[in-house]
Every structure is written in C-alpha cells, then in structure tokens.
C-alpha cells in the first residue's frame, strides 16, 4: 500500500494519503486546509538496517569529527543524528523536546544532573 506526500500549494502544508494500489487515482485534498490544488513529492523511504549495522554507524568516530560538546547545537545536531540512527525505540516527541531545549541553550544542568543547581 503505498503512502503518497503532496504539498498544499495554499498553506505549504505536506499531507501523506495511502492508497490500496499504485494505479489506485488519488483525489488529493489538503488535510490541513481542504484546498485540493496540491503537488505530489517524491517520498523518501527506509531500508531496513540490522541493529548491528546502526550501532557501527554510531560508533564511527568520523562521526563525531564536528562535535564541539560546549556547542549547544553542535550537541543537539548529534542528538538527532543519534535518534535517526536508533530508530522509533528511541527518538519521539519527548526526545525532540529535549534535543530542542539543549539547542536553545535551555537545559543548562549542574555538575550532578539535577536542574535545580543543588
């Protein structure tokens, strides 16, 4: 069943419509603003990759050539580089949260990791 992206030529917004067949006709409405003047996108797609695989990626040390740890977005950058890396199991909202409050400068934390500076 193949899932198709298009962007809403009014508000910009991309909208995902899945489909039962490839040669199934799609009348594509926006499903942020019902307008029905929409483009279609090319979609990106996933291979599957063993736990192993990600793992050696992670390891990589030319993966981390960039990393500056006294750099909030520098750390962020390799927080969501990581998240891609562990897949569903690990990256989420709450995630996206966090690696968005280090970006931001927020987040700053004490020697003992708590908050609070105690």
Not at 90 to 98: K, R
Request: aromatic content about 6%; overall charge negative.
């Amino acid at each position: 069943m193949p899932i198709y992206e298009y962007e809403c030529d009014k508000c910009h917004r991309r909208s995902s419509i899945l489909t039962l067949r490839v040669s199934e006709k799609v009348d594509a409405k926006c499903q942020h603003c019902g307008a029905t003047k929409l483009r279609r996108l090319m979609s990106r797609f996933a291979m599957p990759r063993s736990e192993e695989a990600r793992m050696d990626a992670l390891a990589d040390p030319s993966n981390l050539g960039g990393l500056d740890e006294n750099d909030p977005k520098s750390l962020a950058r390799a927080m969501r580089k990581m998240g891609r890396e562990m897949g569903d199991e690990f990256a989420g909202p709450e995630f996206d949260e966090a690696v968005n409050e280090i970006e931001s400068g927020g987040g700053d934390f004490g020697d003992d990791g708590d908050s609070d500076g105690e």
